[in-house]
Structure formats: structure tokens, C-alpha cells
T-cell receptor, first 115, second 115 residues
Framework: AQKVTQAQTEISVVEKEDVTLDCVYE???????LFWYKQPPSGELVFLIRRNSFDEQNEISGRYSWNFQKSTSSFNFTITASQVVDSAVYFCALSPHTGGFKTIFGAGTRLFVKA | DGGITQSPKYLFRKEGQNVTLSCEQN?????MYWYRQDPGQGLRLIYY???????QKGDIAEGYSVSREKKESFPLTVTSAQKNPTAFYLC??????????????FGSGTRLTVV
């Protein structure tokens, strides 16, 4: 079965705190891609990052960083020094190479950053 | 700028009515998708299309219909057979269905409410 689990439904932090959003996935494919999307209140999902299954290097982009660990099937997302503008729903997604080329989305984590 | 345009932003449907949600893209993408978003459930795939005049059912196609007469356009009709249509509908595209490494480009969504 192909599945993405985001166990944290909602997270609330105070501005400048660091926060980690968890993502655990299941797939039998050896080739797959993982994604994170941000959905601000406007509704449109915005692509943040893509990772392929053969590249376990962590990535940092400004205040955002991603930790991909195949051993635990996790692709966690950390926001450092959070800001109010980071308030959004964040989705983790899996694109297996098989399975009809469907992308499987997690249920999302709603992040509230308070000033 | 290239992107996806969804209209209307808000739509109200009476019981027994069919309504059509518009999705237009100018990205020259072959693949287009319709997702439904309900609170706490992430995104669920309704229909997708790989090419003009072709479309496939997703996981929750019952009560919905689509057409793909032009590459740029992929309208979704919510029929009276859909018993619980109140949701947020997102249209997405990517270069091709088979290109699993690519993330989606999303529209800003249509919020449909049954009155």
C-alpha cells in the first residue's frame, strides 16, 4: 500500500520558535519522489521541495530545511525561527513510480504561528 | 506569467442542481487533475487527464464528470448524484502524467457549498 501519514493535525508556536512537521510514508517502490507543499489561507498549494528516493542529502533553503531518512521512511520539514507568514497548512506527498502515477497526499498539518 | 486559473472562487449549489467548475492553464502541460479537499482528509483525486479527449477516474469519481476538449481546459461538473458535494476543489497540472518527479502546479481553488 502507498500511504503518507502526517500525524500532527495542528501545531501552534510562538514567533521565532523552531518547528518540525513530521511525514512518514509507505511504498514498495524503490523509485519514488517526495514533496512538500504549503497551502496559505488563499487556498492555492505552493510547491516547496522535491526529493527523489536515491538522494538522502538533507536540504536547506533559508529558514526551511528537510530531513529525508529512508531507514525510517520519513521526510520531515523544519522551519527555523518561525514567522507569522509561515502560518498555513503543509502537505507532504508521495509520487511512486508505479501505481498509475498517482500522487498520494498526507492529511496535512495546520501550523499557527502567533506573534 | 503561466499558471492555472480556477473559477469561480465561491459557488453555491441548490439540491438537485449540476454545477460546473472551470479550470484553465497556460503552462502547456499535458496532464491535468481535479482534487477534492475536505477538512482533515488531505487531497483526494477525482479525475485526471493525460491528454486531450482522454481522462481517467480517480479515487472518488462517483457523482462527478469531466471533459478535455482542449489542452488548456479541464472543467469539472458536480452532478446531482454527488450526495455530499460541499468541499474545496483544486485543479492541478504537470508536464505529463508519467513524469512522477515533477510537482504539481495548483490553481487557487473553488469552494463549493450546497444550500
Amino acid at each position: 500500500a502507498q500511504k503518507v501519514t502526517q500525524a500532527q493535525t495542528e501545531i501552534s508556536v510562538v514567533e521565532k520558535e523552531d518547528v518540525t512537521l513530521d511525514c512518514v510514508y509507505e511504498t514498495r517502490d524503490t523509485t519514488y519522489y517526495l514533496f512538500w507543499y504549503k497551502q496559505p489561507p488563499s487556498g492555492e498549494l505552493v510547491f516547496l521541495i522535491r526529493r527523489n528516493s536515491f538522494d538522502e542529502q538533507n536540504e536547506i533553503s533559508g529558514r526551511y530545511s528537510w530531513n529525508f531518512q529512508k531507514s525510517t521512511s520519513s521526510f520531515n520539514f523544519t522551519i527555523t525561527a518561525s514567522q507569522v507568514v509561515d502560518s498555513a497548512v503543509y502537505f507532504c506527498a508521495l509520487s511512486p513510480h508505479t501505481g498509475g502515477f498517482k500522487t498520494i497526499f498526507g492529511a496535512g498539518t495546520r501550523l499557527f504561528v502567533k506573534a | 506569467d503561466g499558471g492555472i486559473t480556477q473559477s469561480p472562487k465561491y459557488l453555491f449549489r441548490k439540491e438537485g442542481q449540476n454545477v460546473t467548475l472551470s479550470c484553465e492553464q497556460n503552462l502547456n502541460h499535458d496532464a491535468m487533475y481535479w482534487y477534492r479537499q475536505d477538512p482533515g482528509q488531505g487531497l483526494r483525486l477525482i479525475y485526471y487527464s493525460q491528454i486531450v479527449n482522454d481522462f481517467q477516474k480517480g479515487d472518488i469519481a462517483e457523482g462527478y464528470s469531466v471533459s478535455r476538449e482542449k489542452k488548456e481546459s479541464f472543467p469539472l461538473t458536480v452532478t446531482s448524484a454527488q450526495k455530499n458535494p460541499t468541499a474545496f476543489y483544486l485543479c492541478a497540472s504537470r508536464v505529463s502524467v508519467g513524469d512522477t518527479r515533477e510537482g504539481y502546479t495548483f490553481g487557487s481553488g473553488t469552494r463549493l457549498t450546497v444550500v
